[in-house]
């Protein structure tokens, strides 16, 4: 008895992969089923939510999409909103800034609900923060759909935003990297 217990924990710990070993927003995620699709985070300016100074990034096979944490007082867990690529959005102008967070604010069928799993598959609290270490897990079950259905609000009414299909899956921690480059 006390063997097949150890070769069942020794199976769950190579089984289960363990965060990357960089800073959080360094860190990369593969979709377990189809590696095309990865995610990862990127530092924002903290003014720009008070939720987390991490943006959510989701590079696909056409694009890449940027989310911002939501977080509701109380029992609400944490939410996904569509943003603009941070890196790029500081050089806009004042009244740029301002028609770009207009058009980001999404609808609430929008937001994503969105969980971060550690190794030991113990969820964050809340949303992740730059001083957390990676998770080793990321789960948004509505991105698929959201992909399929408003890939256009999902890239901040880019019109040539095009439907995708991606399947519902955990991103697994794949090693360190950071986000794509942005575009000009």
Not at 50 to 74: C, E, H, I, Q
Not at 92 to 110: F, I, T
Request: proline letters at 10%; aromatic letters at 10%; one cysteine or more.
């Amino acid at each position: 008895m006390l063997a097949c217990r150890m070769i069942t924990a020794l199976f769950l710990a190579a089984a289960v992969p363990a965060a990357p070993a960089c800073p959080i927003e360094k860190a990369v995620y593969r979709l377990k089923g189809d590696p095309k699709f990865t995610a990862g985070f990127a530092r924002q300016d903290r003014r720009d939510s008070g939720a987390s100074d991490l943006v959510l990034w989701l590079n696909t096979p056409k694009r890449t999409y940027w989310f911002s944490f939501g977080s509701p007082n109380g029992y609400g867990g944490t939410y996904l909103a569509p943003e603009l690529d941070p890196r790029i959005s500081v050089r806009l102008s004042d009244d740029e800034e301002r028609d770009a967070a207009k058009r980001m604010e999404p609808p609430e069928a929008l937001t994503t609900k969105f969980d971060a799993f550690r190794a030991d598959l113990g969820a964050f609290v809340g949303p992740p923060q730059s001083t957390d270490k990676p998770p080793s897990f990321l789960f948004a079950r509505d991105l698929g759909p959201a992909l399929w259905y408003g890939p256009t609000t999902l890239a901040g009414n880019d019109s040539t935003a095009e439907s995708e299909a991606m399947p519902i899956g955990l991103f697994v921690a794949a090693g360190c990297g950071g986000p794509p480059k942005a575009k000009k």
